[in-house]
């Protein structure tokens, strides 16, 4: 009798306690969103939500469209005035306009036929480093490496509806470019790619302050007689050098020392590699502050590192010396 008691009574708390839970839920919130600029594009929120009234916040997502590096939020008003909206915090119906920051990808042929257009006033922008810059260019160009465009764009790019140009070596830096400027609001970007060789720009323009600057480069090795104990030092036999420059064309040295000439401008690829007997040092020498490297300790594999040649190097040879020990 007591069990069948307490059985009833539990049966009784939970009926009043079910009451009591649905008289305190005012039932669920309908949001009725209408998104405008999309275009087909594909988002993971729904055109209308259901919430529960104790916790109506929506957290919005970003959207995706094709053709579009960079989705720039959702706002409020068609002219994208004020702060985007990123979450929704009131009932009824609302209204969405999605902002998009748009390049175009354009052929060298077209780039060229919009600078030879009558009145032509776009922003030519060259996105490599100054060493780059300072070899050639395209006449007119200027200059923000792609690395700090981010920082300077705003500040130096001060009307985010100028049509902007962008041209790299080979086109990768120039699309990564186009869309750190989509992503800060910039409207009328046009990538080309590279000028790098006459197949990607066989047109003129292109000018240059160091193309005809010839630098020397001096490479050695120096082998000791003895190790430090007085033995005669192993044979240097797996023990060798090359240089590649930027067309891929190869220096190889064949005299100790052995002296190149190469054009201010240009990047060399220097490789070396040693056997697992001995090691290499290597000492560069030269008036670029840049190139003032030790490199220590290098056995049994290939290596190599980069010189950029620049117009300070005139004024003496640049010198690579091979210090081999054990």
Same mark, same amino acid.
């Given at each position: 009798?007591?069990?069948?008691?307490?059985?009833?009574?539990?049966?009784?708390?939970?009926?009043?306690?079910?009451?009591?839970?649905?008289?305190?839920?005012?039932?669920?919130?309908?949001?009725?969103?209408?998104?405008?600029?999309?275009?087909?594009?594909?988002?993971?929120?729904?055109?209308?939500?259901?919430?529960?009234?104790?916790?109506?916040?929506?957290?919005?997502?970003?959207?995706?469209?094709?053709?579009?590096?960079?989705?720039?939020?959702?706002?409020?008003?068609?002219?994208?005035?004020?702060?985007?909206?990123?979450?929704?915090?009131?009932?009824?119906?609302?209204?969405?306009?999605?902002?998009?920051?748009?390049?175009?990808?354009?052929?060298?042929?077209?780039?060229?036929?919009?600078?030879?257009?009558?009145?032509?006033? =776009? !922003?030519?922008?060259?996105?490599?480093?100054? *060493?780059? +810059?300072?070899?050639?260019?395209?006449? #007119?160009? @200027?200059?923000? &490496?792609?690395?700090?465009?981010?920082?300077?764009?705003?500040?130096?790019?001060?009307?985010?509806?100028?049509?902007?140009?962008?041209?790299?070596?080979?086109?990768?830096?120039? =699309? !990564?470019?186009?869309?750190?400027?989509?992503? *800060?609001? +910039?409207?009328?970007?046009?990538?080309? #790619?590279? @000028?790098?060789? &006459?197949?990607?720009?066989?047109?003129?323009?292109?000018?240059?302050?160091?193309?005809?600057?010839?630098?020397?480069?001096?490479?050695?090795?120096?082998?000791?007689?003895?190790?430090?104990?007085?033995?005669?030092?192993?044979?240097?036999?797996? +023990?060798?050098?090359?240089?590649?420059?930027?067309?891929?064309?190869?220096?190889?040295?064949?005299?100790?020392?052995?002296?190149?000439?190469?054009?201010?401008?240009?990047?060399?690829?220097?490789?070396?590699?040693?056997?697992?007997?001995?090691?290499?040092?290597?000492?560069?020498?030269?008036?670029?502050?840049?190139?003032?490297?030790?490199?220590?300790?290098?056995?049994?594999?290939?290596?190599?590192?980069?010189?950029?040649?620049?117009?300070?190097?005139?004024?003496?040879?640049?010198?690579?010396?091979?210090?081999?020990?054990?």
């Amino acid at each position: 009798m007591k069990k069948t008691g307490l059985i009833f009574a539990l049966i009784l708390m939970l009926a009043i306690s079910s009451v009591l839970f649905f008289a305190c839920d005012n039932g669920p919130t309908q949001y009725t969103i209408t998104f405008n600029g999309t275009e087909n594009a594909q988002h993971s929120n729904p055109a209308t939500f259901t919430e529960n009234d104790l916790n109506p916040n929506l957290t919005l997502t970003s959207a995706n469209r094709a053709g579009y590096w960079t989705f720039l939020g959702w706002y409020d008003n068609a002219e994208f005035d004020g702060d985007a909206v990123t979450e929704i915090t009131q009932t009824g119906n609302i209204e969405l306009w999605a902002r998009w920051g748009q390049w175009a990808t354009i052929t060298a042929t077209q780039a060229y036929a919009m600078m030879n257009a009558e009145g032509f006033n =776009a !922003i030519i922008l060259d996105v490599r480093t100054q *060493l780059e +810059f300072d070899y050639e260019r395209l006449d #007119g160009a @200027i200059l923000i &490496p792609y690395t700090e465009l981010a920082d300077r764009a705003e500040a130096e790019l001060t009307d985010k509806n100028a049509q902007i140009m962008i041209y790299c070596r080979a086109g990768r830096r120039s =699309a !990564i470019a186009a869309g750190t400027l989509a992503g *800060l609001g +910039f409207t009328r970007v046009y990538d080309f #790619g590279g @000028i790098n060789v &006459p197949e990607q720009w066989p047109y003129s323009g292109i000018v240059g302050d160091i193309l005809n600057t010839d630098i020397e480069i001096t490479v050695s090795w120096t082998i000791p007689t003895t190790t430090d104990t007085g033995q005669p030092f192993p044979s240097i036999h797996g +023990f060798s050098v090359r240089l590649e420059r930027n067309d891929g064309t190869e220096l190889i040295p064949t005299n100790n020392p052995t002296t190149f000439t190469v054009n201010a401008g240009q990047t060399i690829r220097v490789y070396w590699h040693t056997n697992s007997t001995f090691s290499a040092d290597v000492k560069i020498q030269s008036q670029s502050q840049s190139h003032q490297d030790i490199y220590s300790g290098i056995t049994g594999t290939y290596a190599y590192f980069d010189l950029n040649i620049t117009t300070a190097d005139t004024a003496a040879p640049i010198i690579i010396e091979f210090l081999l020990g054990l």
